[in-house]
């Protein structure tokens, strides 16, 4: 899936109840809860920690995608016959379930487990495959139509398969995330998608999923997770439109677009990798003008100065914005210009809007050079790094350069984000 910029959605919170999150594997304990629906479950009739055996439920999923290292799945979906709101409970298997457990869509099933709620979301704990029976086969209940998602309390169709109609997708994040006009989440649980910003969907149809890791729950804490492809009908894919850097980083323009004009500041990069990256930017440069243009369609050389005119969709790599030519996009050289590079000489507390654009930074001095024959990067006192991904340099805790000029890279590994300048030459760290 194309990735595309973080998924930054301004909503209102939304009142549920929740725990520390800890999740209560134990599912020898003692307890009744026999004869008990998932709406009893759902209404506190068996509470966090009690165990309790579900009859005559049907599975409404296929097992949950497999953990990519240990190929177990963690669970899978089960709900009342009569379906409706809190009709649904999720069977989660502490990432235990193999080969060995076959259940189906429509499976009868007896499960034997403990309520466990985890950051929110109420599950059904159970040991291994042993705790769950088939018992017999019977028809799922339609999907519960629910319109566009306009003013619906998702509390109560948590773990239940829904459709939603008339959905676009206003963003995607890094994960490929997707977030609807509905305020939900569209998410991967089952399978991958592929859909694009400003895309929309005639009707989505899966399985509500709640997750809520920060404590401050938001509509996109619940996501409608497609169990087949086929759930996602009538997919209307987005044209590009024209637009600028700015206003894709400043302005959250995303999707297929068209940028024309723009300026190579730094040689073009990846030979190592048979792809081609470029940093680039607005004519006139300054904050918000630069990005990074990406195609994996092998590597070709270009000149700091080249112009261009590119068609690719808005994507962002650890919270690097980029322009992702893919197979339907296009990175055209049309000429030459001189990039201007911007003069920072006030005080920067956010180095975020200054993000890929060519940057020039005076009196600066080397504050630790540890990192420099590992790394390649020394910390300057400006609060940004000295890379060398253009050209190797020598620096030593003190050095000084009256000013140091490149494209201002970025990166968030391990969530420790970095903002890194690049020179071009030693030529761009001025004595």
């Not at 966090?48 to 009859?55: I, K, M």
């Not at 009569?82 to 235990?96: H, T």
């Not at 893919?326 to 050289?333: K, N, P, V």
């Not at 805790?397 to 970095?418: A, E, F, K």
Request: with cysteine; net charge negative; charged share 20%.
């Amino acid at each position: 899936m194309v990735a595309l910029l973080l998924l930054n959605a301004c909503l209102d919170p939304v009142q549920k109840d929740s725990t520390d999150g800890t999740d209560s594997g134990d599912t020898s304990g003692g307890g009744g809860g026999g004869g008990v629906t998932i709406q009893d479950i759902r209404a506190g009739a068996v509470g966090d920690g009690e165990t309790v055996s579900l009859t005559g439920v049907l599975v409404s999923s296929p097992l949950t995608r497999a953990d990519a290292d240990s190929g177990k799945s963690d669970g899978f979906f089960v709900q009342d016959p009569a379906g409706g709101e809190n009709s649904g409970l999720y069977v989660w298997s502490q990432g235990q379930f193999g080969t060995e457990l076959t259940v189906q869509e429509g499976d009868e099933v007896t499960v034997n487990g403990q309520i466990s709620d985890f950051y929110g979301w109420l599950e059904l704990a159970v040991g291994d495959a042993s705790a769950i029976q088939v018992t017999g086969s019977g028809t799922l209940p339609e999907p519960t139509n629910l319109g566009d998602g306009a003013g619906v309390d998702w509390d109560k169709w948590e773990s239940v398969p829904v459709t939603l109609t008339n959905q676009t997708l206003v963003d995607v994040n890094d994960f490929g995330t997707g977030l609807l006009s509905s305020g939900l989440s569209l998410d991967d649980g089952f399978v991958f998608n592929e859909y694009d910003c400003r895309g929309s969907y005639a009707s989505t149809t899966g399985i509500i999923f709640f997750h809520d890791y920060d404590g401050s729950v938001t509509t996109d804490d619940w996501s409608i997770n497609d169990r087949t492809t086929d759930e996602l009908a009538g997919y209307t894919a987005p044209e590009a439109i024209d637009t600028t850097i700015r206003e894709i980083r400043q302005d959250g323009v995303c999707g297929p677009v068209r940028v024309t004009g723009v300026i190579a500041t730094a040689p073009s990069y990846g030979e190592d990798k048979d792809r081609t990256y470029v940093f680039i930017q607005d004519a006139g440069g300054g904050e918000y003008s630069g990005i990074v243009a990406f195609s994996p369609a092998g590597y070709t050389a270009y000149d700091v100065g080249t112009t261009f005119t590119i068609e690719g969709s808005v994507s962002s790599y650890y919270g690097l914005a980029e322009l992702y030519v893919g197979d339907t996009g296009s990175l055209t050289a049309t000429g030459d210009a001189e990039p201007t590079a911007s003069v920072i000489t006030d005080p920067v507390t956010d180095w975020m809007p200054w993000q890929s654009a060519l940057v020039t930074i005076p009196d600066v001095t080397v504050a630790d050079a540890s990192t420099l024959t590992t790394y390649g990067t020394v910390l300057t006192d400006k609060g940004v790094y000295v890379d060398n991904l253009f050209t190797l340099y020598d620096a030593e805790d003190g050095t000084h350069w009256s000013s140091i000029t490149g494209p201002l890279n970025y990166t968030s590994y391990d969530n420790v984000p970095q903002f890194l300048v690049e020179p071009r030459t030693t030529d761009d760290l001025k004595e």
